[in-house]
């Protein structure tokens, strides 16, 4: 058996005009992510003369990836390529999980205990996990940034959930 990502047998859905479906659909995505950005810019102050505003950057970069995610998708529409593959997709579903799982945790359950869930949340990315040293592990990594985030870096974050702070 082979590592590499495996094709999906059978007849394509897609239409016959896209020659390199792996470049097209990658291309689209990049178009999705400029358009989100350029979206989520059109509030910022923009450039006025030749001062530069917060929104400057932010619209510059949207429009460069815009561009090249619709020349990537040309490529992908008229250059034979690769075709669409099937990739695994516990790893980045886990790991986004655990973000996100901080970000909501961290304020109402201090870092102490958001970090060590998001921690483990993470560790279900892989089914090789060693849950007995996964926790060892995730045990000293919160006792680091325990130390690190306040003591170290002098950071006033707060280290256990809001109902014990009393």
């Known amino acids: 058996m082979s590592d590499a990502p495996s094709h999906v047998p059978g007849e394509s859905i897609l239409p016959g005009w896209i020659k390199g479906p792996q470049d097209f659909f990658g291309g689209l995505a990049l178009v999705a992510i ?98 007995k040293e996964t926790f060892i592990v995730g045990v000293c990594l919160t006792a680091g940034c325990a130390l690190l985030f306040p003591y170290a870096l002098g950071l006033p974050l707060q280290m256990l959930p809001a109902f014990l702070n009393r």
Do not use: C, N
């Open 34 to 131: 400029a358009l989100f950005a350029l979206w989520a810019s059109s509030d910022l102050q923009g450039m006025r003369g030749f001062s530069f505003g917060a929104g400057t950057a932010p619209r510059m970069f949207g429009v460069l990836l815009l561009v090249l995610g619709f020349a990537i998708m040309v490529v992908g529409a008229f250059t034979e390529g690769p075709k669409l593959a099937v990739y695994a997709w516990r790893g980045p579903l886990f790991v986004s999980l655990a973000i996100l799982s901080f970000a909501v945790s961290i304020r109402p359950m201090g870092m102490i205990f958001s970090a060590m869930a998001s921690f483990m949340i993470a560790a279900l990315g892989t089914h090789e996990t060693q849950w």
